[in-house]
């Protein structure tokens, strides 16, 4: 079974910077393309960023490209979200997520495995 823990959220001011890990208990984390989400309060669960199995593709929600970056250290079983500048607005919980598709995707229905999800609040 693949279990995902994500950690690194806290609260912050506007303009201040983040990084969040997202750590998979299994050694086949390689073969699994990564997502972030986020969710706040009465709100839908919204993409935010995919890489592939590699590292060599990401992909972002245009609320965040060019403020958030998503990476991946495959020997150490675990994703990063480095979010800069941050907003108001990117206040919520944030989860990640592991696919079996080789390239990530922003549907929600194509990732089998989510963590717990971790708290970044950002206040102005």
């Known amino acids: 079974q693949v279990l995902l823990e994500e950690s690194g959220g806290g609260l912050v001011q506007a303009g201040d910077s983040l990084r969040l890990s997202c750590v998979a208990s299994?050694?086949?984390?390689?073969?699994?393309?990564m997502g972030w989400f986020r969710q706040a309060p009465d709100k839908e669960r919204q993409f935010i960023a995919t890489?592939?199995?590699?590292?060599?593709?990401?992909y972002y929600a245009d609320s965040v490209k060019g403020r958030f970056t998503i990476s991946r250290d495959n020997a150490e079983n675990t994703v990063y979200l480095h979010m800069m500048s941050l907003k108001p607005e990117d206040t919520a919980v944030y989860y990640c997520?592991?696919?079996?598709?080789?390239?990530?995707?922003?549907?929600?229905?194509?990732?089998?495995?989510w963590g717990q999800g971790t708290q970044v609040t950002v206040s102005s």
């Open positions: 997520a592991a696919t079996t598709l080789r390239v990530g995707s922003r549907i929600r229905s194509e990732y089998a495995h």
């Open positions: 299994r050694d086949t984390f390689t073969n699994f393309a």
């Open positions: 890489i592939n199995w590699s590292g060599g593709n990401q």
